[in-house]
């Protein structure tokens, strides 16, 4: 059973930063490509960021190139997003996305909270 747990979110100030963590179990880590979506209020769940089996390909939405960064941790099965320079802009339900392989099926998390705020 495929699972995918995001933990991170929170609240912070403009200019703060956050990582967030998506923790997968019940498939080959190394034989799936990660992602970050996220979603505001009123609008469509959009990527943010993404990074193949390798952990080396990464590709970013231009709205967060140069302020955040992906990666993963093949050991731990887990996914992370490091999130700079936050801006209100980014506030959103964040999203971790698992595409498989192996059967071509997409997952998703259940989504954590990132509110940038004074």
């Known amino acids: 059973q495929v699972q995918l747990v995001e933990s991170g979110g929170g609240l912070v100030q403009p200019g703060g930063s956050l990582r967030l963590s998506c923790e997968a179990s019940g498939f080959t880590f190394r034989m799936s490509t990660m992602s970050w979506y996220h979603q505001a209020p009123g609008k469509e769940r959009e990527l943010v960021a993404r990074?193949?089996?390798?952990?080396?390909?990464?590709n970013y939405a231009d709205s967060v190139k140069g302020r955040v960064s992906i990666s993963r941790d093949t050991a731990k099965n887990t996914v992370y997003l490091q999130m700079n320079s936050l801006k209100p802009e980014d506030t959103a339900v964040y999203y971790c996305d698992a595409f498989l392989w192996t059967t071509r099926n997409t997952y998703w998390g259940q989504g954590t909270q990132v509110t940038v705020s004074s």
């Open positions: 990074i193949q089996g390798n952990g080396v390909t990464t």
